[in-house]
């Protein structure tokens, strides 16, 4: 599907490629998310961490339903649907993907999250994920910052404009886990060298991005066993769970949980631009 400079592909499980001037954006295609690597507290006394993988969250594989996609007017539009669950067990969730693309090139994602059985536990996220090719390490974002925020972890986080490197998010945590999260943002920019960006745009969304994926994370027992990947894995998501305290304290308070009862949709969109001919401003301009 060509838009302008732009040329963006689907597949089964959401966006899957991402050129731009004839440079692929994207190592690795949108995919839904539910995982997060577990952070001490996930593992504390009340074993959440181990109730998500009995749920199956970090291996979930997708069964689709729906994938079709019709001109419009002004561009393009993409209805993606598939269900997710374990091969052995009921399904867990259906996630529904609308995308639209228009003439200049902006994907915009509407996606809705419904539970296909009573899920008793707390979630750790409800987002996406995707790869951003290796170079693009300059990282300006609007939300909170300059330090990790999370749900319940986020008041000494100030809200504002911010700019560091990838690896300057990573926190280095003796034990490998879920880190580097930023809470409350409008929008998150990966930039190359030579002024080549990648914008997500949202509504108090939060991200990370790391030289790591969750499951580099989740299988490291020390920060010298974690190996290092050129892409950027760059996770956005509508919700994400709390942290707590019950390594050594109480689980998160049950204001602060991330329960799906029903179904919930956020709504996303995604830019490739030239800092040298438009600036991120303009770009999250462009794509109201």
Wanted: with cysteine; glycine share 10%.
């Amino acid at each position: 599907m060509t838009a302008g400079d732009t040329v963006v592909t689907f597949d089964r499980e959401g966006l899957r490629s991402y050129v731009y001037q004839g440079v692929e954006m994207l190592s690795a295609g949108l995919k839904a998310n539910f995982w997060r690597a577990p952070t001490d507290n996930d593992n504390g006394f009340a074993g959440i961490a181990h109730k998500w993988e009995r749920m199956g969250l970090s291996r979930l594989l997708c069964r689709n339903e729906v994938l079709d996609g019709k001109r419009t007017e002004k561009g393009a539009e993409v209805l993606i649907s598939g269900i997710y669950g374990q091969k052995t067990t009921p399904p867990l969730f259906r996630v529904a993907q609308k995308y639209t693309v228009t003439g200049d090139g902006a994907v915009a994602l509407e996606i809705t999250y419904e539970p296909l059985r009573n899920i008793d536990e707390y979630l750790p996220r409800l987002g996406v994920r995707m790869a951003v090719r290796e170079g693009f390490e300059r990282l300006i974002w609007q939300g909170r910052g300059l330090m990790e925020s999370y749900p319940d972890k986020k008041t000494a986080a100030l809200k504002g404009r911010w700019e560091c490197s990838v690896d300057d998010t990573h926190e280095p945590y003796v034990r490998p886990q879920e880190n580097g999260a930023h809470e409350d943002c409008s929008f998150a920019v990966l930039a190359d060298n030579r002024g080549m960006a990648w914008m997500v745009k949202g509504d108090a969304f939060s991200f990370s991005a790391h030289h790591y994926t969750p499951e580099m994370l989740t299988d490291a027992q020390h920060t010298y066993e974690l190996g290092r990947e050129e892409n950027i894995t760059l996770l956005v998501d509508g919700a994400m769970g709390p942290l707590g305290s019950n390594s050594c304290g109480p689980e998160p308070e049950k204001k602060n949980r991330l329960y799906l009862k029903q179904p919930v949709s956020f709504r996303f969109a995604f830019l490739a631009f030239d800092l040298q001919n438009l600036s991120v401003d303009g770009a999250y301009d462009a794509l109201k």
